[in-house]
């Protein structure tokens, strides 16, 4: 019976002990964000014109491109996840994703005007209608489909615009960071802040 007890008590400590880890940021639903199925999107959209306008022609740029346009994706995951326990990690990772999403617009710039090809503007006819593309939930579902019908022109124009719109989230999420990461006190807060909810749990 003693025994009993005691392991019952084990149980209820170590429940207590799990419900003082709660404060801590909830993240790693990066998939949820905006700016990753952007980021997502611009990745699958990069890949498939690297393939099938540079690659024929032997462009050293490809593995630059879609390296760019990975790594752009991947640290908005990897900086989401280690939100949890660092805010610092969170911050580097998100400004990585920025500086290659950046290095990737001037790489479809760079297409365009050593080709003579058409970069649009806001005066441009079709400029409005591909901004609202991209916004809405068929573009999330449909971009790859829609992408074989497109010259490259129109891939590349397609493609800056989504870069100067992950860019733009991505700006506005560091400046975010930033200022949790100042309110809280960085990691130092953040762990004196568990130590304390685990001692009071303990009580």
């Known amino acids: ?110 297409y365009l005007r050593t080709r003579s090809l058409q970069q649009w503007d806001s005066r441009h006819p079709r400029f409005a209608s591909m901004r609202q593309w991209t916004k809405s939930d068929d573009f999330i579902s449909n971009h790859a489909t829609k992408a074989s019908y497109m010259s490259d022109e129109e891939l590349a124009n397609l493609c800056i615009t989504l870069c100067h719109q992950s860019i733009y989230m991505l700006t506005r999420l560091i400046r975010t960071q930033q200022e949790r990461f100042i309110t809280q006190g960085g990691d130092k807060g953040m762990y004196a802040l568990c130590t304390h909810r685990l001692s009071q749990s303990a009580r």
């Open 1 to 110: 019976m003693n025994n009993q007890n005691t392991r019952n008590t084990q149980i209820t400590q170590s429940s207590q002990n799990n419900q003082g880890l709660h404060f801590l940021p909830q993240y790693g639903h990066y998939r949820h964000l905006r700016v990753y199925q952007v980021a997502e999107a611009l990745y699958d959209l990069t890949y498939y014109f690297c393939k099938h306008f540079l690659s024929a022609h032997g462009d050293r740029t490809v593995d630059q491109m879609i390296q760019a346009a990975r790594s752009g994706k991947q640290n908005i995951a990897e900086g989401n996840q280690a939100a949890t326990t660092s805010s610092e990690t969170e911050i580097k990772l998100t400004n990585v994703a920025k500086a290659s999403l950046e290095e990737l617009l001037a790489d479809f710039e760079d």
